[in-house]
């Protein structure tokens, strides 16, 4: 899938390329590259790509996938963080006159180069495993916000980002990514089709900002579930007077103002409970 060569969708051709550039894959780095061409076609329609719009792509390996992205939207901004990896990447995508390779770490660059008052920006990332909480929060707070972020994870933390209160995986990072966003699985990636495979299974995520809580900060509303999960396996009550400094009163003038027992457990409530008690914490100035 470059423009002379092998075709880098294969491990075959994807090997002579890395060879071909003297790299060797880094662990550290948790490079495991999708290349399997089904899986790679879902991701790119899991992100509903049109054209006109703008990609901000994470991850992009040898450039597999920003190909395929490339061919619908207007842009594609895609960071890498491997030095190495760059000049394969002027390689397999040499023939491209609307990508844009950026070489650095995706938590630190300015992912302001992908906005514009002129297009749609959207966001397709293959997240490596070590980095995939702290990236997923930038995500979650990005402003200007993407208009839609379709992201590759352990399958694991995508069943955490979508689960219901009252499942054993539901905690803050539940809270947080459905506060700023309808999420859904799209398609779960089995290890079998990265090259190398990594040891767990993958999913596709996807990220759409829906503004049902726009008059709480994403701040004021993390403050409160960090606090309650902190300490989930205690009551509400011990969890955000201990967390929080809170006494009594101010908790019970809290919860006064929502429908949430005290005796409730972080993991029995639910995201709108959670904003209530961010909005009665903001009103009574706690």
Not at 234 to 257: C, E, P, Q, Y
Request: charged fraction near 20%.
């Amino acid at each position: 899938m470059s423009i002379n060569g092998p075709d880098i969708s294969k491990p075959s051709g994807l090997t002579a390329v890395l060879q071909r550039h003297g790299i060797g894959l880094s662990k550290s780095l948790g490079q495991h590259f999708l290349i399997d061409k089904n899986h790679l076609a879902k991701i790119v329609s899991a992100a509903s790509v049109q054209p006109g719009e703008t990609i901000l792509e994470i991850g992009p390996g040898a450039g597999v996938m920003t190909r395929l992205l490339s061919a619908v939207a207007s842009k594609v901004y895609t960071i890498e963080l491997d030095h190495r990896m760059i000049s394969v990447l002027h390689e397999t995508l040499a023939d491209l006159d609307n990508v844009t390779v950026v070489q650095g770490d995706a938590l630190a660059v300015d992912w302001g180069i992908a906005f514009s008052n002129d297009s749609v920006t959207k966001l397709v990332a293959n997240i490596p495993y070590q980095i995939t909480s702290p990236l997923l929060i930038r995500i979650l707070e990005s402003n200007p916000p993407f208009e839609h972020a379709t992201v590759l994870v352990q399958k694991e933390v995508a069943e955490r980002v979508v689960a219901a209160a009252g499942s054993k995986v539901y905690g803050a990072l539940s809270c947080v990514a459905q506060f700023m966003c309808d999420c859904h699985i799209s398609s779960v990636v089995p290890r079998g089709v990265f090259y190398p495979p990594p040891k767990v299974d993958s999913a596709v995520l996807n990220l759409h900002p829906h503004n049902k809580f726009n008059d709480i900060s994403i701040d004021e509303f993390t403050r409160i579930t960090r606090a309650a999960f902190n300490q989930r396996r205690k009551t509400l009550r011990n969890s955000l007077t201990s967390g929080l400094g809170w006494s009594d009163d101010n908790l019970h003038a809290v919860l006064d103002k929502t429908s949430v027992p005290s005796d409730a457990r972080p993991e029995q409530v639910t995201v709108e409970q959670f904003y209530d008690i961010a909005r009665a914490v903001k009103v009574l100035e706690l």
